[in-house]
C-alpha cells in the first residue's frame, strides 16, 4: 500500500497563479483533510472533509477551496496565489471515529 | 475550543542520555492526547495516543508518555535517545467525539548530539 499520496511534491508559483494540489489515499478511509505548516505556528487545518461528498471549513480556509472528487481524492486549490500562502501542505486521511490520522509527504509551495 | 502548548520548541540531548518533551492542553471538555513525530522532509507519524484506560502509554521507538488530567499534561519521554530519534515532534489533541477536529501543538525539534 502506498497510504497517503501528494503530488506535486515542489511548485513554485506567481502571485496570482492558480494551482491544483492532489492528494489520493489507497486504506479505504472516509475521513480526509488538508494541514499547511508554517514555523512556528504548528499545523493548522484548511479543510477536512469527513465523507465521500461533504466538505468543511477548518482553522484557514480563506483562499483555498477543496473538491472530494471520490472516496479515494481529496484536492486543495489555489485561485489565485498570495505570498502568504507560502507553506508545506499535508493532506492526512483516518478512518471514521477512528483518531489517528495518516499522512502523506507534504507539497512545498512557495509563492513569489 | 481547544488549545495544546509545547513549552519548548528546541530540546539538545546528548545520545543515550533521557529526554522529557513537555505539552500542556487546554479544553472544556474531554479530550484524547497524542504525540505525532515528523523526519526531516516527511509526513507527521503517529506516535502514541491516549484515548482512555492506564495513563501511562507506550508508543513505538521505546517512547512513552503519561496524561496527568489535574496539571493537562501529557510530557513525552524517553530514557535513553539515539541519534535517529532527531525529529520534530507533535503533541495533539481532539475532543471526544470530534475525530475531525485535531488542535496541533506547534512542535519541538528535538536534536540528538553525538
Same mark, same amino acid.
Given at each position: 500500500n502506498a497510504g497517503v499520496t501528494q503530488t506535486p511534491k515542489f511548485q513554485v508559483l506567481k502571485t496570482g497563479q492558480s494551482m491544483t494540489l492532489q492528494c489520493a489515499q489507497?486504506? +479505504?478511509? +472516509?475521513s480526509m483533510y488538508w494541514y499547511r505548516q508554517d514555523p512556528g505556528m504548528g499545523l493548522r487545518l484548511i479543510y477536512y472533509s469527513a465523507s465521500e461528498g461533504t466538505t468543511d471549513k477548518g482553522e484557514v480556509p480563506n483562499g483555498y477551496n477543496v473538491s472530494r =472528487? +471520490?472516496?479515494r481524492e481529496f484536492s486543495l486549490r489555489l485561485e489565485s496565489a498570495a505570498p502568504s500562502q507560502t507553506s508545506v501542505y499535508f493532506c492526512a486521511s483516518s478512518e471514521v471515529d477512528r483518531y489517528e490520522q495518516y499522512f502523506g509527504p507534504g507539497t512545498r509551495l512557495t509563492v513569489t | 475550543a481547544q488549545s495544546v502548548t509545547q513549552l519548548d520548541s528546541q530540546v539538545p540531548v546528548f545520545e543515550e542520555a533521557p529526554v522529557e518533551l513537555r505539552c500542556n492542553y487546554s479544553s472544556s471538555v474531554s479530550v484524547y492526547l497524542f504525540w505525532y513525530v515528523q523526519y526531516p522532509n516527511q509526513g507527521l507519524q503517529l506516535l502514541l495516543k491516549y =484515548? &482512555? %484506560? &492506564?495513563t501511562l502509554v507506550k508508543g513505538i521507538n521505546g517512547f512513552e508518555a503519561e496524561f496527568n488530567k489535574s496539571q493537562t499534561s501529557f510530557h513525552l519521554r524517553k530514557p535513553s535517545v539515539h541519534i535517529s530519534d532527531t525529529a520534530e515532534y507533535f503533541c495533539a489533541v481532539s475532543p471526544q %467525539? %470530534?475525530?475531525?477536529k485535531v488542535t496541533f501543538g506547534i512542535g519541538t525539534k528535538l536534536q540528538v548530539i553525538p
Open positions: 489507497d486504506m +479505504n478511509h +472516509n =472528487l +471520490n472516496k | =484515548l &482512555s %484506560g &492506564s %467525539g %470530534g475525530y475531525q
